[in-house]
């Protein structure tokens, strides 16, 4: 396989940023993904089951997540639930998708479209 | 998390939505996703069932036709648009192999052009006769009603004038009932320059508003104005009067009377049409130049002989035509009954005129065009097998194609392409090919609608209205992509199930097709001669009937007779007077060079229609409404001599029988026999109409019997009276040649203007186009079936050779082996000859079976022949089974005279 290059993968569509960024405090598994993304956005990105899991293939495919072998729960006994968490490579992809968007946010303010900016 | 648990429905739809999944998706994240949606706290479930809705159409769309589209992991940075791509790739392929097998290309696109074009224009023929509304508003809410004969069998008998006025006062189910006279009259219209004949109907004057149409230029009739207006038609206000819109208002001089022009009717406006005329009339003639209202009092309900003695309408002579509106929410079956009822009040008030008539509902539709239907749906039916034949030959071309190129389908497989994608890359290809077959199908349906309407005789109704418009070229655009897909199927799915290894090695080795090919091919085959069977057979019924129509005897001498109607100048009013005028143009007619002899009668045979009278019996009493019907007319001067028709018994009329002399009747063999069995009827005495109260008439004479109604009905009773005891005032001629009937129609005519420049000959033809005419729909019918049979059996011909072709081909190799092994080139021929005969037996076996549960739906269009006509179901599938041992034995010549040691070679 080639060298892995994190900035191959940008940029991320939002719903790949959004997964991994619900996934950078820890393992979860999908539907409490679903949660945390509606949460935090405040009901504004609202994950459809379907783009959900496509995605999350697509992001196991590309070795950015992985599955856990076992439940990090152990009073939970549903066998059903699968866990996800980052790989090395995901932060990484996470971290320069992070890092462009910082850019894009700066360029933003420079040219005043922030609120309450700084010249 | 406390989540309101899902109902079972919900979770179900659910399930179902992720159906849409590819199987793969569905095992590693499907209960996951059941869970979450399970737990999921969102909306009602109507909108959790749109949102699966949402769900499973948008995933159906992305997974399989942009498989690799979404969701990407990362914005893609072109557009990319994989369906449309693919699409691109596979008709640029599919154009570059289109071109690179000219041969093959033109004749698949040919055999679609010419089924797709010819289902067309049938179907354009269907639409417009049978689909497209009559031209009057809400048509499918008209109804026509009849009397019932109950005691003739006559369902579709014409009403009586008072009868009609009682059930247009007395119905509850009809929003408005309009009579008409059920026939057309020819009148006179007087111009400076003479006189001629103008074809009037008679409607009640709400008529046109009933039918819910208004004239294009000035107006129609009001209610009540019945007397001194007319109507024009579109087609005759341009004929005649050049389109000249200040015709309204004018006076035209019409059979003596004054008749102010009120407007001119729309170009598309037709009332009657044909079916809603009764048998009884004047002439053959169904267009109307002009609409005149019917006066039930005043003068012009005397000149229509609408009262009788006592002032009262009349109750017992039949010639009314209703037509009426049904009211909301009111079914034909609720009208007839409501007119069954009040048919039955009218039988008990009025038993001496009434008794056995009862009544019928018929939807105006069905009166106009059903007696086309069943022809017309045959001829469906036909074309539909052609088409089917036609797609069943370019599948199996494509077949034999895909064999072809199983080496390039499997090296596609290896690298990687699915059976999908191979499946799909072939439908593109067929379906183009239906495409292009459509286009070109297009150019056959324009020239086949007007060959078809110009070659359909004038008596199939409503012709004039076929059009190509937006329903025709809709189900043209439907047949295409059917086609496309259904010839496309057969090789698609063989092809995609190629499993490369086996082929690619296979290939090499120069033997290809598997045994499912074989079975596809062989049932092809089979199917082909099938149809073939089925289409032949029916073309074969008809032909028959053809031939048995046109063998039947007339009864009379058809070939070099003239024939014509014209009108007496209208101011010969006096018996006398006309008689006078009938000497002189008789003596001066067959003065005429040419002429062998000249007659006439008031209904000629082969074209007119009939008029009808009841008889009494001198020694038989019945009631009124039990007298005998038979035909009536009169025979002038030598009219049997003229028509060939032979005096049995007593003898013929002769000039003695004058006004004054006692009054005398020739009567038909059909006549003497129905009524006077057993007995003598020369010398009977009989008196006609319906309260005959005059002089006996005396039967003097039985003539042979001639089908006067047309070469397929059987004789009725006929009644001849002498023109000299009663001068008709539109009779119709017949007139006797020596040469060529018709060189002599500028003689007779000029002839007729030195006699009277009012006299107007119209209607002038030969007896034998008036005997070809009388065939002239079943000609029609027979050439499109026969036309039919022909394509079929071409295709089932070219499609036995081309699989026979392709086996040969593949078995070039096995035929090698068995050459070099000692088999002689006669067993080889006798094989493959074999095995085409063995398929086309099972075709015809099977073909047969078809044609004999289809035979019966011919029944109305056969004649002389049972529909299992023995001679047909030998002869057919025996020339079908030849055809196409003939066809298996070019390709299997082919494989005799193959070199055993080049056959191995290509090892």
Redesign the interface.
Same mark, same amino acid.
């Given at each position: 396989m080639d060298k892995f290059r994190a900035e191959s993968f940008l940029p991320l569509t939002p719903v790949a940023f959004e997964i991994l960024l619900a996934l950078a405090d820890g393992e979860r598994h999908g539907y409490s993904i679903l949660l945390e993304v509606e949460s935090r956005s405040g009901g504004a990105v609202a994950l459809h089951a379907g783009t959900l899991y496509r995605a999350l293939a697509r992001l196991l495919e590309s070795d950015l997540i992985e599955e856990l072998n076992e439940s990090p729960d152990p009073s939970s006994v549903d066998e059903r639930r699968r866990y996800y968490r980052l790989t090395a490579r995901g932060i990484a992809v996470a971290r320069a998708e992070a890092g462009r968007l910082e850019g894009q946010v700066a360029a933003a303010r420079a040219r005043r479209l922030l609120r309450g900016a700084k010249v | 998390m406390n989540a309101r648990p899902r109902s079972r429905i919900a979770e179900a739809l659910f399930s179902l939505a992720l159906l849409a999944?590819p199987r793969a $998706?569905r095992r590693? $994240?499907g209960?996951?996703?059941r869970?979450? $949606?399970r737990?999921?706290t969102l909306g009602t479930l109507g909108t959790l069932f749109l949102?699966g809705i949402r769900?499973r159409g948008?995933?159906i769309v992305r997974w399989t036709m942009f498989p690799n589209a979404?969701?990407?992991?990362?914005?893609p940075t072109g557009r990319h648009h994989m369906f449309l791509d693919t699409l691109r790739a596979d008709i640029r392929h599919a154009l570059r192999l289109a071109v690179k097998t000219p041969v093959f290309t033109a004749l698949t696109v040919l055999a679609l052009a010419l089924g797709i074009g010819a289902t067309s224009a049938i179907f354009a023929v269907v639409n417009g006769v049978l689909l497209q509304s009559l031209p009057y508003r809400d048509d499918s809410r008209l109804v026509n009603l009849w009397s019932n004969n109950t005691s003739e069998d006559r369902p579709r008998n014409p009403l009586s004038p008072a009868n009609f006025l009682d059930f247009q006062r007395l119905n509850t189910t009809l929003d408005g009932l309009e009579g008409y006279f059920t026939f057309v009259t020819p009148a006179q219209l007087q111009t400076d320059s003479g006189t001629e004949v103008a074809y009037s109907f008679f409607v009640t004057s709400n008529m046109f508003n009933m039918l819910g149409r208004t004239a294009a230029l000035g107006r129609t009739f009001t209610i009540g104005e019945d007397s001194g207006v007319v109507v024009l038609s579109d087609g005759y206000w341009r004929r005649r009067f050049g389109g000249d819109p200040k015709i309204v208002g004018q006076v035209l001089s019409v059979s003596g009377q004054s008749l102010q022009v009120l407007g001119v009717m729309p170009p598309d406006f037709v009332f009657p049409y044909s079916g809603m005329l009764g048998p009884s009339g004047f002439t053959r003639v169904t267009g109307v130049d002009m609409w005149l209202p019917i006066a039930f009092s005043g003068p012009m309900a005397v000149n229509n002989r609408m009262l009788d003695q006592a002032g009262q309408v009349v109750r017992n002579v039949h010639w009314f035509g209703a037509i009426g509106r049904l009211k909301n929410g009111v079914s034909e079956l609720q009208a007839g009954a409501d007119a069954r009822t009040i048919a039955s009040q009218l039988e008990q008030s009025y038993p001496e005129t009434n008794r056995g008539w009862s009544a019928t509902v018929v939807s105006s539709i069905d009166q106009s065009v059903g007696t086309i239907r069943p022809a017309l749906l045959i001829l469906l039916a036909g074309i539909g097998f052609v088409l089917v034949m036609a797609s069943v030959n370019v599948a199996n071309l494509l077949l034999a194609r895909s064999i072809a190129r199983e080496k390039e389908m499997a090296t596609r497989a290896a690298l990687g392409a699915g059976r999908a994608r191979i499946a799909r890359q072939l439908l593109t290809e067929s379906v183009l090919f239906a495409v292009a077959g459509g286009l070109a199908g297009m150019v056959v349906m324009w020239w086949s609608v007007r060959g078809l309407i110009a070659l359909a005789p004038a008596d199939l109704p409503r012709m004039n209205e076929v059009a190509v418009n937006w329903q025709v070229l809709l189900a043209a655009g439907l047949t295409t992509m059917l086609t496309g897909i259904v010839v496309g199927v057969l090789p698609a799915l063989s092809s995609a199930s190629v499993n490369p290894q086996a082929s690619l090695q296979d290939a090499s080795r120069g033997t290809v097709g598997g045994a499912m090919r074989r079975r596809l091919r062989a049932g092809l085959v089979i199917a082909e001669v099938a149809l073939a069977v089925a289409i032949t057979t029916g073309a074969a019924l008809l032909l028959r009937s053809f031939v048995s129509v046109t063998n039947v005897d007339p009864g009379f001498e058809t070939t070099q007779l003239l024939t014509w109607q014209m009108n007496l100048p209208p101011r010969l009013t006096a018996g006398p007077e006309r008689l006078a005028f009938y000497r002189d143009f008789f003596a001066r007619i067959e003065a005429l060079p040419g002429v062998v002899s000249v007659g006439g009668t008031t209904r000629v045979p082969l074209g007119s229609t009939s008029v009808t009278t009841t008889v009494q019996i001198d020694g038989r009493p019945v009631p009124n409404s039990g007298l005998p019907e038979v035909q009536f007319r009169r025979a002038m001067h030598n009219y049997f001599e003229t028509m060939g028709m032979p005096i049995r018994r007593g003898r013929n009329f002769d000039p003695k029988d004058s006004a004054t002399a006692p009054p005398v009747a020739v009567i038909n063999e059909t006549m003497a026999s129905r009524l006077f069995p057993g007995h003598e009827a020369v010398g009977q005495r009989v008196r006609t109409g319906p309260n005959a109260t005059g002089p006996w008439t005396t039967i003097v004479g039985v003539v042979g019997d001639i089908r006067h109604g047309g070469l397929e009905e059987e004789p009725q009773p006929e009644l001849y009276i002498s023109y000299l005891q009663g001068p008709p005032v539109s009779p119709f001629i017949v007139l006797r040649t020596v040469g060529d009937p018709a060189a002599l129609t500028e003689t007779v005519r000029a002839e007729a203007r030195r006699i009277d420049k009012n006299l107007p000959l119209y209607d002038m033809r030969t007896m034998s186009t008036l005997r070809s005419e009388a065939v002239a729909t079943r000609r029609f019918i027979l050439l499109i079936v026969g036309a039919f049979g022909a394509l079929a059996l071409g295709l089932a011909a070219i499609g036995v050779y081309g699989v026979m072709s392709l086996i040969v081909s593949e078995r070039t190799r096995e035929v090698g082996v068995r050459l070099a092994l000692g088999a002689q080139p006669s067993e080889l021929l006798r094989m493959i000859v074999g095995q085409a005969a063995k398929l086309s037996g099972i075709g015809v076996a099977i073909g047969l079976a078809i044609s004999l549960t289809l035979a019966p739906l011919l029944d109305s269009q056969l004649y002389g022949i049972e529909s299992f006509d023995p001679m047909t179901f030998i002869l057919v599938p025996a020339a079908l089974l030849l055809v196409a041992t003939l066809a298996a034995l070019v390709p299997a010549r082919r494989a005799m005279r193959i070199d055993p040691l080049a056959a191995l070679r290509i090892e």
């Open positions: - | 999944y $998706f590693h $994240f209960a996951e996703m869970d979450d $949606f737990r999921s949102n769900e948008s995933s979404t969701p990407h992991l990362y914005v």
